[in-house]
């Protein structure tokens, strides 16, 4: 991905091409094709690109005609529509950066509504004062930013930032617990004091560091449910919105690297894609699949399917077998990368993949993540069943959870609770809901408990309220689930990588959840309509799939090796902050040794944050050492952002929850 980087200051101070220059320092390999700066006062932005569309110039930051300034990091979806409200003749000098301006010179903060896409963005506008900052609905380009009494800093990288800014890191508890437990929600950071730019949002902020709450720019409660005459109707709608969200992440002009697991969504994006390309006249050749393979973990291993996938397309891809992946959880590793992430049980993984890469000249690399919460998989019942309690509709309620109850082989008292009675009773206050796989962790302490059960969080995110259907409301909250997963940095940091993800696309997602209840599952039938329509598509050993490897075996071997590493559990920081309980996490690997792999996800992800807590005490010997490189920064403000509570601007972590 591109970099992007600034500082404004409050007080009219002038900012100096040096400190710009800093943040950006270090950073070439992530934006290796051209370098800029731009000073406007008191206001400096810096930009490293990595070109991907044909489009891409070496232009940014872009100035506008009335003096506006833009970094902008990512690619539009939407290139057609925008270049038509602001009047503009598409063509191969105008790039997405030129047309996301011109947008913001005609609407002003109204164009943040109307951009779809990959999008991170960063507008200055003098003539208001006013410093904005954008990223689109799922957020897969990341966006940091530090402020203090005497100015904000900003920077595209997480871990940069914390070192440069000179702020203290302050571990935000709901953000970890969600790490530990599920997923953090889409609008948490990892630090009180380090601000996130939320997916699907912009923030504003005014004259002398005012920042206004994050302002959303989607509103899925508006979304009116599709009424088609026929099934064969919704399958050909659903192939259309596919195959344009895959079409939209291949404008490259360079070869593609494609993830291929062997499940339904990397195959059904894989062998799309290169129907796709045929019809643009490009080679298939040109899109290369690569996947990961476990010689050893053999329960976590998909090599079968994987074949299958290449035979299907007639052309084999890149394996990375498990001695390469260098499977570890890290726990000497004291490299400060700013946030856990799960990535780095696995680091030769990308690295592998990122040589190949090189070697082939791409720099896209897609993946099928979001298939699971958009088309829903393995479900054992359906939110429709809230549906018909809410509107007592007992006869029709009790009918329908009779046939899943039968399909699941779920006793119907149980299906009823867990699909009709939870999603209505989600949002009262009066009912705490505690998902069983949760209670089962031996090491889950109370307070995590407390924060998971809090009224109104559904799969431990926020359920949206404005939705009264709940079935609606469920398939948000997995949408939410999914924004957070892609918004959370885990897919950054990889040298040169441009991580792209189709099933983000912002009409694919509106389309799937304006779908009546019964055209995405059915008794029996997970991903009703996503099966019907790839018949023919995908080999029918895939696409009639219902269940598929996960890594559970793999953090088992993992941990039979590395036990000294971790040590006596009351000494890790995961227990001594309260995210886990000691003795509790000791009787759960215990188990996990002996193959028990129904912890393991869980467990990986606990180590995943104790390696970053770990690492946080490596932040000032790292700053140290980039102080004596160069100080002109530090120097221009020497005292610590976070020096005190009353010249940094606290994120408070329970007022989010």
């Known amino acids: 991905m591109s970099i992007q980087a600034g500082i404004r200051y409050f007080n009219a101070r002038y900012v100096s091409r040096p400190e710009i220059e800093f943040l950006l320092q270090g950073l070439e390999h992530r934006g290796p094709d051209y370098f800029r700066v731009h000073l406007a006062k008191s206001v400096g932005m810096g930009f490293r690109g990595l070109l991907i569309a044909p489009e891409d110039r070496e232009d940014q930051p872009l100035v506008g005609l009335s003096g506006s300034v833009v970094s902008f990091d990512g690619r539009l979806d939407n290139r057609e529509e925008i270049a038509s409200r602001v009047g503009v003749r598409l063509g191969s000098e105008v790039s997405d950066g030129m047309l996301v301006t011109a947008a913001y010179e005609r609407f002003c903060h109204g164009c943040f509504d109307v951009l779809k896409g990959e999008i991170a963005c960063v507008v200055w506008d003098e003539r208001i004062n006013t410093l904005w900052f954008f990223r689109s609905l799922c957020g897969t380009r990341p966006l940091f930013y530090v402020v203090t009494k005497k100015r904000v800093v900003w920077s595209s990288e997480l871990d940069d930032l914390i070192i440069k800014s000179g702020v203290e890191p302050i571990v935000n508890d709901a953000y970890t617990l969600g790490y530990a437990y599920s997923q953090p929600d889409i609008d948490q950071s990892p630090y009180q004091n380090v601000g996130m730019v939320p997916c699907g949002t912009y923030v504003e902020l005014k004259g002398h560091g005012e920042i206004r709450p994050p302002c959303p720019i989607w509103h899925p409660e508006r979304i009116s449910t599709l009424r088609l005459r026929s099934d064969e109707d919704y399958v050909g709608a659903w192939k259309d919105h596919v195959e344009n969200a895959i079409a939209k992440k291949l404008r490259t002009k360079d070869p593609v690297f494609c993830e291929l697991s062997g499940g339904l969504d990397s195959t059904t994006l894989v062998l799309l894609s290169d129907q796709i390309l045929k019809r643009l006249?490009?080679?298939?050749?040109?899109?290369?699949?690569?996947?990961?393979?476990?010689?050893?973990?053999?329960?976590?291993?998909?090599?079968?399917?994987?074949?299958?996938?290449?035979?299907?397309?007639?052309?084999?891809?890149?394996?990375?077998?498990?001695?390469?992946?260098?499977?570890?959880?890290?726990?000497?590793?004291?490299?400060?990368?700013?946030?856990?992430?799960?990535?780095?049980?696995?680091?030769?993984?990308?690295?592998?993949?990122?040589?190949?890469?090189?070697?082939?000249?791409?720099?896209?690399?897609?993946?099928?993540?979001?298939?699971?919460?958009?088309?829903?998989?393995?479900?054992?019942?359906?939110?429709?069943?809230?549906?018909?309690?809410?509107?007592?509709?007992?006869?029709?309620?009790?009918?329908?959870?009779?046939?899943?109850?039968?399909?699941?082989?779920?006793?119907?008292?149980?299906?009823?609770?867990?699909?009709?009675?939870?999603?209505?009773?989600?949002?009262?206050w009066l009912v705490r809901w505690l998902p069983p796989e949760l209670n089962r962790l031996p090491w889950t302490t109370k307070s995590a408990q407390d924060w998971i059960v809090q009224a109104g969080r559904d799969r431990r995110t926020r359920a949206n309220e404005l939705i009264s259907l709940p079935s609606r409301r469920v398939r948000e909250s997995m949408i939410r689930s999914f924004r957070a997963l892609l918004s959370s940095g885990y897919f950054g940091g990889q040298q040169q990588i441009y991580f792209c993800h189709p099933y983000s696309n912002q009409d694919l997602i509106e389309f799937i959840l304006s779908l009546p209840m019964n055209q995405v599952v059915r008794p029996g039938q997970d991903r009703f309509l996503m099966r019907r329509a790839t018949r023919g598509l995908l080999p029918e050993s895939i696409r009639q799939r219902k269940s598929k490897a996960t890594i559970d075996e793999a953090p088992c071997r993992v941990l039979e090796r590395e036990r000294q590493e971790i040590g006596d559990t009351s000494t890790l920081e995961v227990c001594r902050r309260g995210?886990?309980?000691?003795?509790?996490?000791?009787?759960?690997?215990?188990?996990?040794?002996?193959?028990?792999?129904?912890?393991?996800?869980?467990?990986?992800?606990?180590?995943?944050?104790?390696?970053?807590?770990?690492?946080?005490?490596?932040?000032?010997?790292?700053?140290?050492?980039?102080?004596?490189?160069?100080?002109?920064?530090?120097?221009?403000?020497?005292?610590?952002?976070?020096?005190?509570?009353?010249?940094?601007?606290?994120?408070?972590?329970?007022?989010?929850?």
């Open 579 to 657: 995210y886990a309980n000691a003795i509790g996490l000791e009787k759960a690997m215990r188990g996990i040794v002996l193959g028990r792999v129904d912890h393991a996800y869980s467990f990986l992800r606990l180590m995943n944050i104790e390696q970053w807590l770990r690492s946080l005490k490596t932040v000032g010997a790292r700053r140290r050492a980039l102080c004596q490189r160069e100080s002109s920064f530090l120097q221009a403000d020497p005292k610590p952002l976070a020096s005190s509570s009353s010249d940094t601007i606290q994120r408070s972590t329970s007022a989010s929850s």
């Open 281 to 428: 006249g490009r080679d298939s050749s040109e899109l290369i699949t690569t996947s990961i393979t476990f010689e050893l973990s053999t329960t976590c291993d998909e090599s079968y399917f994987i074949r299958i996938a290449e035979n299907a397309r007639g052309r084999e891809g890149i394996h990375v077998p498990e001695n390469v992946q260098q499977l570890t959880f890290g726990l000497k590793d004291t490299t400060f990368t700013g946030a856990p992430n799960a990535h780095h049980f696995m680091p030769g993984r990308y690295q592998t993949v990122a040589q190949a890469m090189k070697v082939a000249g791409a720099r896209v690399l897609l993946t099928g993540i979001g298939g699971d919460h958009l088309f829903l998989s393995n479900l054992d019942g359906s939110p429709e069943l809230a549906d018909l309690l809410l509107t007592w509709d007992f006869k029709s309620l009790l009918s329908e959870a009779r046939k899943w109850s039968s399909f699941g082989r779920i006793p119907l008292w149980q299906t009823l609770l867990s699909h009709a009675v939870s999603p209505v009773a989600i949002m009262s």
